[in-house]
């Protein structure tokens, strides 16, 4: 019953993006309000009907309805309740059901917020709309997620056990309101090139969004780069895979974009480029999705690849650039010639910082379609590990001038003034890397020593603001914005630097009372006990990490049988103390009742998510800034006035 | 979703490393070499991983072949120079630097030169404009927020 009632308001939820796309297209055209209040009407009704097709979904999963398909193919009654429900995206149909539902939630956010004014706003929704048919017909079409199974099973197929983790409730969500949130960017942007309009309104109405996208991908992709990191079991954190570099195109573009609106917004540069950009966030978007989905790239990614997928979604890639562009060449002419600065200002930072990003998001692009070229080939971590942080050092040693450099016209010896501090705590930083870290990496230095420079550099940005570093604390909230996230880069390149450059390691076969060293402490393993989980039995292994002789802490690795999947995992034991883990985890039981334990001691590995955490924080702080400056306009602007809408 | 799909991936044959111990050299010189090689080297089967990493059987055979050549006194290029004519150049995880891979290596910087190029351009257009117009400097444009 719940799989027809989710097909239903699928169906609806269709029904209603054509009235979204129509009035939102339409109206502006006639100038008919009434058209455009219909599309926002209908853009509420998508998202109110996606969410219950998403909730008919949950309610399956919950109820474990296994005359749904998806349901019996991922899921199983013994299964905790939290991932039975985050088992709903775990899979190819729930997770476009959620691609989806988000998709929905941008539209009726545009719809509730009208920023830019009536006409743009309903032009961005009929936009949105016509990005919400095509994904629905993909959905309906493709990869329908209510589709029914004759006879009904007795029990699921389960899901996979290393999706059984909490990081599948947060990854996925984030990351897809990162990447389909550039959606309603690219909405209004297409809106401002239908308008004709060459003022910066459509970049101050779409900011917010661009911003919020920015946020939660960057959330996502750390949430998933720890996922990874506690269940593969050996300490690795990203791995250039394609489905990785999908997510991570997307994210290079975004940071490039909101520089260039901010320029756009505050002193009128770069707005064909802003426009162009916002089309090309999306396509990466895109791009991401149909690497995703259609199975082209050499890859091990277990979903199923159907061809008719990647062609629907190529489809409505090509769609999506090529309209966009033909507009942008017939609009073009008229948008307003180039903005005035000079050579020295925060204009010129802005562009080479878009330049930057934008050839390190081509050159991963390269890397990743390369292999579609040359399938003799196989293009891995080396490749990108020396192109794109190449471009990545070259971009950090000019970010903190950014922020100090004045627009129009900067001046540079005051901000070579306000910077030598800086300078001086990266030279500090990496002579005192060289004392005490071994061995030698030139690489590893130039990390660290950039790391600094940026935290030092944003750190002495706010304190030239404040006046000095002690009355730091007195600068708005919003100060802080633009530090946090350039410090947040700088953290997460000192952990990347520690636990790839310096991590130690230990391979060994332990018995019970037997202990090994590694990086000043002592492994015990105490002994070995059977374990009853919800759905699995484990060996659990009680190793003692001794310091001194005394015993520190005792950590519980195991290892894992999940009968209904039939797969074995290893649940790895970290210990932090927020400077370096400690990471164990197990390997094969010997028949002599010994256990092959790896163990690693990674320095700095915790600030390779907490910088990232800190850079999403700055974009958080920079999104409640822009809230409560909109609230302030509206409560301060007459009621029911009409007059913003230009 | 994409990160599921990676840990699956990786989960169904390539979990933790460990096979590595049973294999390992005295002497820790060798040891690093062969550990180094292994890191060049791609898993045929679970492609993400080097063999360094791997925990499948065929990673396994092929850190067995790298430590009974170096054991045997080859050097680095003669192993690498057997593996890619057995497997391909599909076994390096770094795609050798050729012909046919000269954009793929050298692409991306030369985008950036054509981009530098451009920015040179652009910056210099504006700074011509700058200078004809009176500064007037908007005093709205404030510090810098997100």
Request: hydrophobic share 50%; with cysteine.
């Amino acid at each position: 019953m719940t799989g027809e009632l989710g097909q239903l308001a699928l169906c609806l939820a269709l029904a209603l993006s054509l009235a979204q796309s129509f009035g939102g297209l339409w109206g502006p055209l006639k100038n008919d309000y009434r058209l455009m209040a219909m599309s926002r009407g209908a853009a509420l009704g998508v998202f109110v009907f996606s969410a219950l097709a998403f909730g008919a979904l949950t309610f399956a999963y919950v109820t474990s309805d296994f005359s749904v398909l998806a349901v019996a193919q991922n899921s199983h009654t013994a299964k905790p309740l939290i991932y039975k429900i985050s088992g709903v995206w775990g899979n190819h149909e729930g997770s476009m059901l959620l691609w989806l539902l988000i998709l929905s939630l941008y539209s009726a956010a545009i719809a509730t917020f009208k920023a830019g004014g009536e006409r743009l706003s309903a032009q961005a929704l009929g936009v949105q709309g016509l990005i919400a048919i095509s994904f629905l017909l993909f959905v309906l079409l493709t990869s329908n997620p209510f589709e029914r199974l004759f006879p009904q099973p007795f029990e699921g197929e389960g899901l996979n056990p290393l999706l059984q983790d909490p990081g599948l409730a947060f990854h996925p969500p984030l990351l897809y309101l990162g990447y389909v949130g550039m959606s309603a960017t690219f909405a209004y942007a297409v809106a401002a090139l239908l308008e004709a309009r060459n003022d910066a309104a459509w970049v101050r109405a779409a900011r917010p969004y661009a911003l919020t996208a920015w946020t939660a991908l960057t959330l996502g992709i750390a949430a998933g780069s720890w996922w990874a990191y506690y269940t593969l079991g050996w300490g690795g954190f990203w791995f250039w895979d394609p489905v990785e570099n999908a997510s991570l195109m997307p994210w290079i573009v975004a940071t490039a974009l909101l520089h260039s609106m901010m320029a756009t917004e505050r002193s009128g540069a770069f707005k064909s480029w802003t426009l162009l950009l916002s089309i090309a966030a999306f396509s990466f978007s895109l791009i991401g999705t149909f690497l995703v989905r259609s199975g082209v790239i050499t890859s091990v990614h277990a979903f199923a690849s159907d061809p008719a997928r990647g062609v629907f979604i190529l489809l409505i890639l090509f769609v999506s650039v090529a309209v966009p562009l033909t507009l942008f060449a017939w609009r073009a002419p008229k948008l307003s010639p180039g903005a005035a600065f000079e050579t020295l200002s925060r204009e010129t930072g802005i562009l080479i910082n878009n330049l930057v990003l934008t050839v390190a998001a081509v050159a991963v692009l390269i890397g990743t379609l390369f292999p579609l070229l040359n399938r003799t080939i196989s293009v891995g971590a080396p490749y990108y590990n020396t192109v794109v942080l190449s471009f990545a050092a070259i971009l950090a040693i000019v970010v903190p001038f950014g922020p100090i450099l004045a627009w129009r016209r900067g001046n540079l010896g005051a901000a070579l003034y306000t910077l030598r501090f800086a300078a001086a705590a990266a030279a500090v930083a990496v002579v005192a890397t060289i004392a005490i870290a071994s061995p030698g990496s030139a690489r590893g230095l130039l990390a660290v020593g950039l790391g600094v420079w940026l935290i030092a550099g944003s750190i002495s940005d706010l304190a030239r603001r404040a006046g000095s570093l002690r009355r730091i604390g007195l600068l708005p909230l919003g100060a802080f914005s633009v530090a946090l996230a350039h410090g947040g880069l700088g953290v997460t390149a000192i952990g990347v630097a520690g636990t790839t450059v310096w991590k130690s390691e230990l391979i060994r076969i332990l018995k019970p009372g037997e202990s090994a060293a590694l990086g000043g402490y002592m492994l015990r393993l105490d002994g070995t006990e059977q374990v009853q989980g919800p759905n699995y039995v484990a060996d659990r292994v009680s190793i003692s990490l001794l310091k001194d002789g005394k015993v520190v802490t005792v950590v519980y690795p195991e290892k894992r049988s999940f009968p209904t999947e039939k797969m074995v995992t290893t649940d790895a034991s970290i210990r932090s103390n927020g400077l370096e883990d400690m990471y164990i985890t197990l390997g094969d039981k010997r028949e002599d009742g010994g256990w092959a334990v790896t163990a690693y001691v990674n320095p700095m590995a915790p600030f390779i998510w907490l910088g990232a955490v800190i850079a999403a924080l700055g974009g958080m702080l920079g999104l409640a800034v822009k809230i409560r400056r909109a609230l302030g306009a509206r409560a301060g602007a007459p009621a029911g006035a009409k007059g913003a809408v230009t | 979703m994409k990160r599921a799909a990676l840990v699956l991936a990786a989960a169904l044959a390539c979990s933790p490393v460990l096979a590595a111990y049973d294999e390992s050299f005295p002497d820790p010189v060798q040891e690093e070499r062969a550990r180094t090689l292994q890191r060049e080297l791609r898993c045929p089967l679970c492609q993400g991983q080097s063999v360094d990493e791997s925990n499948a059987k065929i990673a396994q055979d092929l850190r067995i072949l790298v430590r009974e050549r170096i054991a045997g006194g080859q050097s680095d290029e003669q192993i690498k120079a057997f593996l890619v004519e057995r497997y391909g150049d599909f076994i390096l995880m770094s795609p050798p630097v050729r012909g046919d891979t000269a954009f793929l290596w050298f692409g991306p910087a030369l985008i950036l030169l054509l981009g530098a190029g451009v920015v040179a351009t652009i910056v210099r257009r504006a700074n011509r404009r700058s200078a004809s117009e009176p500064q007037t400097i908007d005093p709205d444009l404030g510090e810098p927020t997100l």
